[in-house]
């Protein structure tokens, strides 16, 4: 399991419900823990490890001695937004890139957790922006689709030049051509989908 960069195709394929909350599923969710502790990151969601389903971890205290921050989600839904936020934002799927984006300030989820109980959960500022950018994840939404104009025009270059070395890194054959990566996220769906 790695983290994959845009324009991974995983990161724009939307995300099928969990139906089985297994030991394999566990497993995946403390690797992505451990990518996501590595990168130095807050939240990561499951298309980023190019796998098609609605699960995201998260840390917004971004200390893995944190254990009480941590927190795993399956086919969360935003119910109730309110006000806006601008702020810095960044993902562990562009590298390095940052750039403004306006979010709700305060949320409201409806998810289920690990033992697969419905729980609400509301959330504000940080973690309400950490929660807005990994759901967007689960339906191929990405921070760059949000960006507003300035940040569009000023991260044009930066945004071109992660398309080119993805690219590069596929005619290396470092990385297979999309339409093996779309068979693969298919196969992986109807796997991950399954129950077992
Ligand atoms: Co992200």
Redesign the pocket.
């Known amino acids: 399991m790695r983290i994959v960069h845009y324009p991974h195709p995983a990161l724009r394929h939307p995300a099928a419900s969990v139906t089985n909350i297994d030991k394999r599923l566990r497993r995946q969710v403390g690797e992505m823990f451990e990518l996501m502790y590595d990168a130095k990151g807050l ?1 990561l ?1 499951a298309p ?1 490890v190019a796998m098609p389903v609605q699960l995201l971890v998260m840390n917004v205290e971004g200390d893995p001695s944190r254990k009480d921050a941590e927190r795993v989600y399956v086919n969360p839904v935003i119910t109730k937004r309110q006000g806006t936020l601008d702020g810095d934002e960044g ?3 562009f590298p390095g890139l940052y750039a403004k984006v306006k979010r709700a300030k305060r949320i409201t989820v409806q998810a289920y957790d690990l033992e697969g109980k419905l729980v609400t959960v509301e959330a504000a500022d940080l973690e309400a922006r950490a929660w807005q ?2 759901i967007d ?1 689960l339906n191929g939404v ?2 760059i689709d949000k960006f507003a104009t300035l940040a569009k025009l000023t991260r044009g270059k930066d945004i071109r030049a992660f398309e080119n070395a993805f690219r590069a890194a596929q005619e290396r054959g470092d990385i297979p051509k999309d339409a093996e990566i779309e068979r693969t996220l298919h196969a992986l769906e109807r796997e991950l989908t399954s129950s077992s």
């Open positions: 939240g969601a980023q993902c562990l799927s950018h990994e994840h990405l921070f």
